[in-house]
């Protein structure tokens, strides 16, 4: 009787910790990114945000989408990757909307300073998806670019996935692209901060919250001999975090000047 009694304990007990972990899996990811965009809201400076972590987040969870219909695996995960895409799309739209309204401003404000009568004020050139430049890729002055290059993406892997589901080696080729796309996930804003010589405008809880949840992440993968190639990838994750961090520091308490080089809107503000 007392084990009975136990059972009808321990079991609902159960249910609820599954549950919870099911839903840490599906919204712990996007917890990040919330001090980031309260941050560029608040302050309406999207510079120290790489958008290019909006695209490796994107191209990712797209492949790990795709990579289920070959591969069934457990629903929170494919969750997960909706809630990540929707997420990244409010992050790259806010991030649009400033940088386009800041580039006016700045025109504005030059014109106020030539103090000029014969001259309009002349809106930032507007870049296209459609235009084809390499040169400003994944930096137009509108969202619905981005919507379209992401449509655009996924009908292109979509289709030939589906012409490849048969294929186990292409398969198990686009669920690892997928895992290792992740893991570069860091990548944009590291290289971004050694090109700025400076960390500010980043969120450092954001950072701490990605080396937390990949350590995490790692950790379980490790203990639950995971395919090696999880591993590696999620290894390859908590370094370039830790290296993010130690850019925090040295920036922080040595300060550097920006190395110097021509600006050029699609090379300094690109990432």
């Avoid at 007392?2 to 712990?28: N, R």
């Avoid at 069934?72 to 799309?89: A, D, G, K, N, V």
């Avoid at 009568?117 to 390499?134: N, T």
């Amino acid at each position: 009787m007392e084990a009975d009694g136990l059972k009808w304990l321990v079991v609902p007990m159960h249910q609820l910790v599954s549950w919870g972990a099911a839903g840490a899996m599906v919204f712990g990811g996007v917890v990040p990114y919330i001090p980031q965009y309260r941050d560029i809201k608040r302050t309406q400076n999207a510079e120290g945000f790489s958008t290019y972590v909006c695209l490796v987040l994107l191209v990712a969870n797209i492949l790990r989408i795709l990579f289920w219909f070959g591969r069934h695996f457990e629903s929170p995960l494919l969750w997960q990757s909706i809630i990540m895409i929707l997420t990244m799309l409010l992050m790259l739209k806010l991030c649009t909307e400033v940088r386009v309204s800041n580039e006016l401003n700045i025109k504005r404000r030059s014109f106020s300073a030539a103090d000029s009568k014969d001259e309009e004020i002349k809106a930032p050139p507007k870049r296209s998806y459609l235009d084809f430049d390499l040169n400003y890729f994944w930096h137009w002055s509108k969202f619905t670019d981005y919507v379209q290059c992401i449509l655009t993406f996924t009908g292109v892997t979509g289709y030939v996935t589906y012409l490849s589901l048969d294929s186990v080696l292409f398969v198990e080729t686009l669920g690892f692209l997928a895992v290792f796309t992740e893991a570069m996930l860091g990548v944009p804003q590291l290289y971004r901060n050694y090109q700025n010589r400076s960390t500010e405008g980043m969120s450092v809880k954001m950072v701490l919250m990605w080396t937390s949840g990949d350590t995490f992440k790692t950790v379980y993968f490790i203990l639950n001999q995971a395919p090696f190639q999880f591993s590696i990838c999620g290894l390859l994750q908590v370094f370039v975090d830790i290296a993010i961090l130690l850019q925090v520091y040295c920036y922080s308490y040595y300060p550097q000047k920006p190395a110097s080089h021509t600006a050029h809107p699609g090379s300094t503000k690109a990432l």
